[in-house]
């Protein structure tokens, strides 16, 4: 494979080194640049998007939608974050219009208003890794998933959660205590299923 | 939040997540973004074809005005024959003397050789001795500079004589060495042996090719065209620019003409409509609003009643929806959905089309000018705010539109100062799209559709 200017240099472009000429020639419109900053990012994005859907060609499906749009309103990006946070940013946006309108999810994605808060447990340890964390996260109903990941993971109060979903802010609380109880009782049933399993075979 | 474990841990875990995207997913990007660069070439593609044809429509214009040479009008049953537009230090005029003596003694040597060449005819001594001549000449100014730079026009403008006689007016051309008038004679003529009258006069009653009308050259009163008029109705072969502007309703709709059938099953559930009224919302249908455009237009005669056109057209169409607060976002505006509030939102289409069309006049010629046009449009959709509908609300993306439409449009119209140098077009015009608006969304199997008026102004050349 031909390295360019910025073939193994992702470290330096984390350190912001690189940053700033990546972006420059990726504002020019340069095919190997543009490259370069899809490598750099599509994998930790793909992640983003895979959380937010069921499916993985819909996780794919809004990674290019997200990065035609990086890649469209990156000169609007003035460099006051992480660039990575501001891609992430958009991908998470991408994924809640691809959640509002595609057919596959607009109907789960119905909130009842409910006030009644589900009580879990606190703080359980949590012992999956990444990857079977968020299958177990992917398999909660659409709209327990979507407010997980902006509360859990994006980190999103449940203030701004209510705005973007258009709905109140104790909806949004409710329905992150039901997800993440129901989660934390996945998670063990999970923990005790992986213990039979090891008994089993002693 | 910030303190919990349990999320601090989902967060660590869940961020060291990365999954590799296939290597289809890249070049998917790629075409994509490669296509909305293209996209933006679109309208300076546009723009630049505008040009053209206005560069195109001025040389001909030009060309037309350049190629006149004469136009001819009878005032008081005199005929007046008018001077050619050539450059007053290109040209010698010698006017008001009979043919005969213009070419024998004081037309150049030029035309005399080319009249002469032109057989029996052509020759002027043998043209009826009473006839007239004005016999123009066109001599080449020697300068050193200007003299190459001219020359063009010099020859476009290379009108050997203009005879007037009692009974009308002919013309010769140098280049051609025929005799024109009214009609270009393209057979041998004989003076000795017939009229120039009656030959014309029987030519047409035969429909004989050996005339044809002669661009530019109008005789009012003439005793030759009059009762001939109506069996040679003039056929305006050349083109003519002009502006047209269109004002009226545009329109959404999913059945002809922008109207709504029905929104069921309803796109769209807003969360909102079960806490407020205990039903599910629904999203506001697009109502119609303000439409107008604007370009240039060029037109060319292709029968005695009907002629074709192409132009070059800004358009602006508009629909309103019914929304609730607004709501901000990183890249997208969000509007909630019905049920928390009621302003109006104006979702505004920019497009620039290209019209191909045709008009046929429904009346006869000396009856009131009614006309049908015709047209078929292509259109680029340039931007839009127009708001889609999601679960929660309304959000803009103008990615969901299709961005080339076609479409057909059909009006009556009323010409009036027909005669003038400037003529104005009005009448009730209709159009709708065959493209569909979007293929997903609020606006899925939906259409544009517009109703209103259109005018056109053209711009004749000098009569």
Request: aromatic share 10%; glycine share 8%.
């Amino acid at each position: 494979m031909q390295r360019n200017a910025y073939s193994g240099c992702q470290p330096c472009i984390l350190r912001g080194m690189d940053h700033d000429q990546l972006l420059r020639d990726c504002l020019k419109h340069k095919p190997e640049a543009q490259k370069e900053l899809y490598d750099l990012f599509a994998p930790s994005m793909l992640a983003v998007c895979y959380r937010y859907t069921k499916n993985m060609d819909d996780a794919e499906n809004i990674l290019q939608d997200g990065f035609v749009r990086v890649f469209q309103y990156l000169k609007k990006y003035r460099g006051e974050g992480e660039l990575g946070a501001w891609i992430r940013k958009i991908m998470v946006n991408t994924a809640l219009n691809y959640l509002k309108t595609s057919r596959n999810y607009q109907y789960d994605l119905l909130f009842e208003d409910s006030s009644m808060h589900v009580v879990s447990a606190d703080d359980p340890e949590v012992k999956l890794n990444a990857k079977e964390l968020a299958n177990l996260v992917r398999q909660l109903p659409t709209g327990f998933q979507t407010i997980f990941n902006l509360y859990a993971v994006e980190g999103y109060k449940h203030t701004e959660i209510a705005t973007m979903l258009g709905i109140n802010e104790g909806t949004s609380r409710s329905q992150y205590a039901r997800a993440r109880a129901l989660l934390i009782e996945w998670m063990e049933r999970t923990s005790l299923k992986e213990k039979g399993e090891r008994y089993g075979r002693k | 939040m910030e303190g919990n474990k349990f999320e601090k841990e989902i967060r660590r875990e869940l961020e060291g997540l990365k999954i590799t995207p296939s290597d289809q997913s890249w070049k998917n990007v790629e075409n994509r973004i490669r296509k909305k660069r293209d996209r933006r070439l679109v309208p300076v593609l546009f723009v630049l074809l505008g040009l053209c044809l206005a560069t195109g429509g001025y040389w001909v214009w030009n060309s037309i005005n350049g190629n006149e040479g004469r136009s001819v009008a009878s005032e008081n049953g005199s005929v007046v024959v008018k001077k050619p537009t050539v450059h007053d230090s290109m040209r010698n005029i010698t006017e008001g003397q009979p043919l005969e003596k213009g070419v024998e003694k004081d037309a150049p040597e030029k035309v005399n050789e080319k009249i002469a060449s032109s057989g029996n005819q052509k020759k002027p001594s043998e043209v009826k001795p009473q006839v007239e001549a004005r016999v123009e000449t066109v001599q080449q100014k020697n300068t050193e500079i200007k003299a190459k730079k001219d020359e063009a026009k010099v020859k476009r403008a290379r009108i050997a004589a203009i005879v007037s006689y009692p009974e009308g007016v002919i013309a010769i051309d140098s280049n051609k060495a025929q005799i024109t008038g009214i009609t270009k004679i393209n057979s041998e003529f004989n003076a000795d042996e017939i009229s120039i009258d009656k030959f014309i006069r029987e030519n047409i009653q035969r429909g004989s090719s050996a005339i044809a009308p002669v661009n530019g050259l109008t005789l009012l009163h003439s005793p030759i065209a009059t009762p001939e008029k109506n069996s040679i109705r003039k056929v305006n072969k050349k083109w003519i620019l002009g502006f047209i502007f269109s004002a009226g309703l545009s329109q959404i709709g999913n059945s002809f003409l922008g109207a709504e059938k029905s929104m069921d099953p309803p796109i769209m559930n807003f969360p909102g409509g079960s806490v407020n009224n205990g039903s599910p919302g629904l999203p506001s249908v697009p109502k119609h609003s303000v439409a107008f455009g604007g370009g240039v237009v060029a037109k060319k005669g292709i029968s005695p009643s009907s002629q074709i056109s192409v132009g070059i057209n800004y358009k602006y169409y508009s629909t309103t929806n019914v929304v609730g607060y607004r709501i901000g976002a990183t890249t997208d505006y969000y509007y909630s959905g019905n049920q928390f509030g009621s302003s109006t939102y104006h979702n505004s289409f920019h497009f620039i089309e290209i019209p191909i069309g045709l008009d046929v006049r429904l009346t006869k010629p000396n009856k009131f000018p009614l006309y049908w046009s015709g047209n078929i449009y292509v259109s680029e959709l340039l931007s839009t705010n127009a708001l889609q509908s999601g679960t929660n609300g309304y959000f803009s993306d103008d990615g969901l539109f299709n961005k080339t439409y076609v479409g057909l449009g059909s009006g009556f119209s009323i010409t009036a100062f027909s005669n003038q140098k400037l003529s104005l077009t009005v009448g009730p015009y209709v159009r709708y799209d065959l493209s569909k608006v979007a293929n997903k969304g609020l606006y899925d199997d939906r259409h544009f559709a517009f109703l209103g008026l259109r005018s056109e102004i053209l711009i004749h050349r000098k009569k």
